[in-house]
């Protein structure tokens, strides 16, 4: 089986580091022309030489995936989209607003969460829907979090910006279908990223031991993983996989 995407241009946002990084190269390595998106143009320039060292095309395009005006003019400006992976998303740092006991929260705490994860992932998919749809073929991929899946405590705000990511995927799956685009959500568990490198350096630490008791498959995520999914997702195997969420957790949760 050959997952060959050769002629199709992806978009990925949040492209920058971690798991968006590694879905950008795993595209690029399957012979796609990546598009690789960051809010932050230096990391978004490095993706893009990373790549291309690696024998990969890729240009960058910095933008805000909150700003619909920033959005619209990057997407005019690089072509038609063939698939659209959004992945920039903010689970918020500790301390942060809106992490934390939901009762005393803010509201105003759910805003960054809100219009990063969900807000962007709308902005995005509307700037590149048209094309698709003029093309009758299309893919959105959307990365959401199991805490939308299943709830986090002390993340709210993420499990319902998550949540309604998701809601969105499947309500685009079925206004679009028809015209050859498929959309559908890919609910990561604990990935090992640069963020989190420092508990898993020490997969022996009891913090480390008591995440991985919850997964069947103990290890975290590798961003590597992420990547292989999504590709094949856009690829004409998965043409009959729309509106799903695809858990990929190493079994933290099933999907019945
Ligand atoms: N890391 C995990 O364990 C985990 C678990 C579940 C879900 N996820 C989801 O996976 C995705 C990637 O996570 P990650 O750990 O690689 O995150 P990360 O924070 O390491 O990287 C996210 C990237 O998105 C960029 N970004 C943030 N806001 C942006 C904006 N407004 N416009 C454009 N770019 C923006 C950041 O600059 C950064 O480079 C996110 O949607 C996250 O919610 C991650």
């Not at 299309?138 to 002390?154: E, F, H, K």
């Not at 590798?222 to 997702?233: E, H, I, K, T």
């Amino acid at each position: 089986m050959e997952l060959d995407l050769t002629g199709r241009r992806v978009l990925v946002t949040g492209a920058g580091q971690g798991v968006g990084l590694a879905i950008a190269e795993a595209f690029a390595g399957a012979g796609a022309t990546v598009v690789v998106n960051d809010l932050d143009p230096a990391r978004t320039q490095a993706a893009v030489e990373r790549i291309a060292a690696g024998g990969g095309r890729a240009t960058a395009s910095a933008f805000d995936v909150t700003d619909p005006v920033a959005v619209a003019d990057a997407v005019a400006a690089c072509g038609p989209v063939d698939v659209l992976v959004n992945n920039a998303g903010n689970a918020g740092a500790e301390g942060f607003g809106g992490r934390g006991p939901f009762a005393e929260s803010d509201p105003q705490d759910w805003e960054p969460f809100i219009r990063v994860n969900l807000y962007g992932a709308m902005h995005c998919s509307r700037a590149v829907l048209p094309g698709m749809i003029e093309s009758g073929w299309g893919r959105l991929i959307t990365i959401v979090s199991d805490a939308g899946r299943i709830g986090d405590p002390g993340s709210a705000a993420y499990s319902a910006a998550k949540a309604g990511s998701a809601g969105l995927t499947r309500a685009l799956a079925r206004e679009n279908g028809r015209f050859g685009i498929t959309a559908n959500n890919l609910s990561l568990g604990t990935m090992r990223t640069d963020a989190t490198e420092a508990l898993w350096s020490e997969p022996d630490s009891d913090r480390a031991r008591q995440i991985l008791r919850n997964y069947a498959i103990r290890r975290p995520g590798d961003p590597g993983d992420a990547g292989a999914v999504a590709v094949f997702l856009a690829t004409e195997h998965a043409s009959w996989i729309t509106g799903q969420t695809l858990p990929l957790n190493g079994g933290y949760s099933f999907a019945l």
